[in-house]
């Protein structure tokens, strides 16, 4: 009976590099443009963490790395972006409770 030696690990160099996040923030425009650029992103990352997932799972692909990659990515942005509405929702209710 042969054994079938390991396959060797994928250099580290060979991994893409992650790019950093966009600044909130862009100094000229309205509220309502920014946080449709940011849900936009958000939508984005969560499209390319489902494309991923449906690439493995068919076989196209066999970096369970960068799959795991994007999904993490979707999900921090989606948590970011649940935790920013909290806060607004917060805001907002605080407003409507001051007197007048």
């Known amino acids: ?41 958000i939508n984005q990352s969560q499209n390319q963490a489902a494309d991923a997932v449906a690439q493995l799972a068919a076989g196209k692909t066999d970096n369970v790395h960068q799959v795991m990659i994007a999904l993490g990515k979707a999900e921090v942005s989606f948590n970011y972006m649940l935790e920013v509405r909290n806060r607004l929702l917060d805001a907002y209710k605080q407003v409507m409770q001051m007197q007048i």
């Open 1 to 41: 009976m042969a054994i079938a030696p390991i396959e060797p690990l994928q250099p580290a160099q060979a991994l893409p590099q992650i790019q950093p996040m966009k600044p909130a923030v862009s100094g000229a425009g309205d509220f309502g443009q920014l946080v449709g650029n940011v849900l936009q992103d």
